[in-house]
């Protein structure tokens, strides 16, 4: 066993035998990385913000060879971030990036892109547009395991600018009028939806204004057939924002 060091964010714990934590963690040097901190469950419950989720920590875990659950031998934590923790859409937000990563990640296949999207997005929660920092992160963390969209003309005969287009999320792309056949499920996509869409991919400015709700609807359709299973941290995501947005009447 050898004992590595590693910065990491806490993307989910779990309560494992008696006294102890499984923690799944993102890190910057070995991607996600998952282990038992044993013993801990009492002292956790005391004082819980080492292993609660979205916390920046630097743990020293032992590495085991045949098994993708290390042994955590000690943590401290570097950032806290309070700020999305006060706030409930963020903390919505939060869990369902963490999520997200957790689901199109493997173990032990480091991105870095990803552990400094993920430091973006809690960083920046509390004080920039969640519902924009949902739909960055989403495309940009497709972008880095190599799932994203392809936008740049039909897929099937390559036409560039046809008079309009039709989205197949189970393709994965755009399909002309003449081939719309070839993908039974696509339905039409705005011209301006597919220039938000490219934006989004590359580096937008969080000023910007742009019709979030065509682009999410297509990112939420287009995501889930890459997901093995509907993410239950969406569904908490959407009672919040419907929570939000609901009028009150006197
Ligand atoms: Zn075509």
Redesign the pocket.
């Known amino acids: 066993m050898a004992i590595q060091k590693a910065e990491a964010f806490v993307l989910r714990s779990h309560p494992f035998r008696s006294s102890s934590l499984v923690v799944t963690f993102f890190s910057r040097e070995f991607g996600k990385l998952k282990g038992v901190a044993k013993g801990v469950r009492k002292e956790a419950l005391a004082n819980p913000s080492s292993y609660e989720p979205f916390t920046l920590v630097e743990i020293v875990f032992y590495e085991k060879l045949r098994s993708d659950l290390h042994l955590i031998s000690e943590v401290s934590i570097l950032e806290s971030f309070e700020g999305l923790r006060s706030n409930l859409e963020s903390l919505a937000v939060a869990y369902y990036l963490a999520e997200l990563v957790d689901q199109l990640t493997e173990p032990q296949d480091p991105h870095e892109k990803i552990f400094k999207l993920l430091d973006f997005a809690f960083r920046n929660l509390s004080t920039l547009d969640p519902q924009f920092i949902t739909r960055f992160f989403e495309i940009q963390l497709l972008s880095e395991i190599g799932l994203l969209p392809n936008l740049e003309g039909?897929l099937?005969?390559g036409?560039p600018s046809a008079e309009k287009f039709y989205f197949s999320a189970r393709q994965g792309g755009l399909?002309?009028p003449?081939?719309r056949k070839k993908a039974p499920d696509a339905g039409i996509i705005s011209l301006e939806t597919v220039k938000n869409l490219k934006l989004l991919m590359g580096k937008p400015s969080f000023n910007e204004k742009f019709g979030m709700e065509d682009v999410g609807q297509l990112i939420d359709r287009f995501m889930n057939e890459r997901l093995n299973k509907r993410p239950i941290t969406k569904r908490f995501l959407h009672q919040v924002r419907a929570l939000k947005g609901r009028k009150v009447m006197v």
């Open positions: 039909c099937s005969c036409e399909f002309c003449s081939c």
